[in-house]
């Protein structure tokens, strides 16, 4: 039954309501202090943020996400090669700042930045812990039904055609069928 | 999959740019990176070769602002289109919520295109997706080419999907933003199925895990129509060499004039660090406060203790023990130390705390040290033996043999 969670869980939308983000967040500021590492994120494997905590504000917390997961995915396929199922922590030591990615609840990762203030096998002993309090929020959100409260709102699909018609005006459907493209020109350089 | 956080009001969705190699890719997200409006892109993100054939993927985040109270944002990929980099492209399409697959209209490339389509199949099969149910869009690239094959063709052999199309000549950044909102209408759509609130008066049953695949005709009369002219930008920045570059972001469009010339010429390094457009949005609403929790354990000392602190008290006790054993064995074993030299030495024939043996004391009742009482004791002994031997000499006694 477990093993029917854990790949429930891999393939489950992530929905995280303010209760859930609120523990998770309570769960990374102790954490920090704990470990007294520099950051903590939490990412999902697609490479979406979901929250982060610590020195953040000079870290490009969006790029970091999407290859973080992009690493995590690539590192899943060697260790398939060396016949495991995936490497569960990955390490990348830096001169100064060093990163440590573990996998929690087979859906997301967490990411956390430390430099020479701390060890890495304090933040070791302490991830271990941190994971395992992820792991339950994430466990009951995903076993969770959403309230009825929390959806999105009846104006979001036309909101969101609005807001792309006024950011990149000009349509298909408007466009003639003989288009200038269609004219013979120099081949393209890509 | 598209992520969805109600407590900071924000969505994240992920298109995945498909195709053949050199099809154009990588080409549409730099023409959204350079002519995006305001600051709705971040920095263009580009593992690639040092000869700028993608390696691992390009990643442009695009961020909508406020859509019905959210803040959207889509993360916008690339795929390695060379065929080795067929595992690489499995993994970059893990969790996309829409595709744009990106054809290549030179009709030698025909076959690559077929085969990249078949690719793309098998790809989103492996990662639990199905073509037939996830929001796809086909791009006919490069028709400004000499030749090219016909639009209804290429609809007839790789569009079995009847899924919306639109052409495109992204290298003049034209039909690019056409076929990104063509995609990103789509996953919005199929989102607001899911999640979105049920009209006045209907009931609707709790969102499920997956959602019910969308009607592909349904989004059919989107297509099929050449692009119009969009605002040109300013001549697109050169392209850095570096085997991952982070290009800084470009500034705003300005008002469209004439066409853009295609970029030629040396292409320069961009420098390492870019620069994000938009930070990360902060919590919109704010959280209510978390049930309270267990009392965290109190932290684990790892600093090697403090020579100069008190030891516990169980440390003390067993010291204690081991120096009086250590004592009882010097005490059998003990010989008086050689005595220092030195100044400082004490004279010769004296002990001093430091040389003197260590002995196990044993106090008397009246308070005299035990070697005055022994001594005491045999010199008595002996004077009373040598009393009465001498008695005996001089026969004043009997002797007691």
């Known amino acids: ?127 271990g812990q941190l994971t395992k309090k992820i792991n339950a929020v994430l466990e009951e959100a995903a076993k969770r039904k959403p309230s009825e409260g929390e959806k999105l709102d009846g104006s979001f699909e036309a909101d969101f055609e609005e807001k792309m018609d006024a950011l990149f005006p000009g349509s298909p459907d408007s466009a003639s069928s003989n288009s200038a493209g269609e004219s013979p020109a120099p081949p393209a350089g890509t | 999959m598209v992520q969805i956080n109600f407590a900071q009001r924000r969505v994240n969705c992920k298109i ?49 602002g406020k859509v019905g109270g959210m803040e959207t944002k889509f993360s916008l990929y ?40 078949e690719d793309l199949v098998k790809n989103l099969r492996e990662n639990g997706l199905d073509i037939k149910e996830i929001p796809i869009v086909f791009q006919w690239n490069k028709r400004d080419l000499a030749e090219t094959v016909p639009v209804e063709e290429m609809n007839a052999q790789l569009n079995r999907w009847n899924a919306p199309s639109c052409k495109s000549i992204a290298i003049h950044n034209e039909g690019v933003f056409d076929a990104l909102k063509l995609v990103a209408g789509l996953v919005i759509r199929k989102l607001n199925r899911e999640f979105g609130r049920a009209p006045a008066g209907a009931q609707k049953s709790a969102p499920a895990q997956t959602p019910p695949p969308a009607p592909r005709t349904a989004a059919a009369p989107r297509a099929q129509t050449p692009p119009p002219a969009p605002p040109v930008a300013p001549a697109a920045s050169p392209k850095p060499t570096t085997a991952a570059r982070r290009r800084a972001t470009p500034p705003p469009a300005p ?107 044993v106090r008397s009742r009246g308070g005299f040290p035990t070697k005055v009482v022994l001594i005491s004791v045999f010199v008595t002994l002996g004077i009373v033996a040598l009393t009465l031997a001498f008695l005996v000499v001089l026969k004043l006694i009997p002797s007691p043999l």
């Open chain 2, 16 to 64: 995945v740019y498909y195709g053949p190699g050199r099809s154009g890719k990588t080409t549409n997200l730099e023409k959204i990176h350079e002519n995006a409006p305001g600051n709705t892109t971040g920095e263009l993100v580009s593992i690639a070769t040092e000869t700028d054939r993608t390696l691992y993927f390009d990643f442009l985040p695009l961020e909508l």
């Open chain 2, 255 to 361: 008002q469209p004039t004439a066409a853009r010339p295609r970029t030629a010429g040396p292409q320069a390094q961009v420098p390492g660090t870019g620069t994000t457009r938009r930070p990360a949005p902060a919590a919109r609403a704010p959280a209510p406060p978390p049930p309270p929790l267990p009392p965290p354990p109190p932290p684990i000392e790892m600093t090697e203790p403090d020579s100069a602190a008190t030891p516990p008290p169980a440390r003390r006790a067993r010291r204690s023990a081991t120096q009086m054993i250590q004592a009882r064995k010097e005490e059998l074993v003990s010989t008086r130390p050689p005595a220092p030299s030195g100044p400082s030495a004490a004279p010769v024939g004296t002990e001093t705390e430091r040389t003197r043996p260590r002995q196990v004391r």
């Open chain 2, 78 to 117: 690339t795929v390695p289109g060379q065929v080795f980099y067929a595992k690489t492209r499995r993994l970059v399409l893990q969790g996309t919520d829409g595709v744009v697959f990106v054809a290549d209209s030179n009709p030698a490339m025909m076959k690559e295109n077929l085969e990249s389509v």
């Open chain 1, 1 to 127: 039954m477990a093993e029917d969670f854990s790949a429930k869980m891999k393939r489950a939308r992530l929905v995280f309501y303010a209760e859930d983000v609120g523990r998770i967040d309570t769960i990374l500021e102790d954490f920090l202090s704990a470990s007294q590492a520099k950051a903590a994120l939490l990412v999902d494997k697609e490479g979406h943020m979901v929250t982060k905590k610590g020195m953040t504000k000079a870290l490009d917390s969006t790029g970091l996400a999407a290859l973080v997961a992009a690493s995590f995915a690539s590192t899943r396929e060697v260790a398939k090669l060396l016949g495991e199922t995936e490497f569960s922590v990955l390490f990348h030591q830096g001169s100064s700042e060093s990163i440590h990615v573990s996998l929690v609840a087979d859906r997301a990762l967490v990411v956390i930045i430390f430099d020479d203030r701390t060890t890495i096998g304090m933040v070791r002993l302490h991830a």
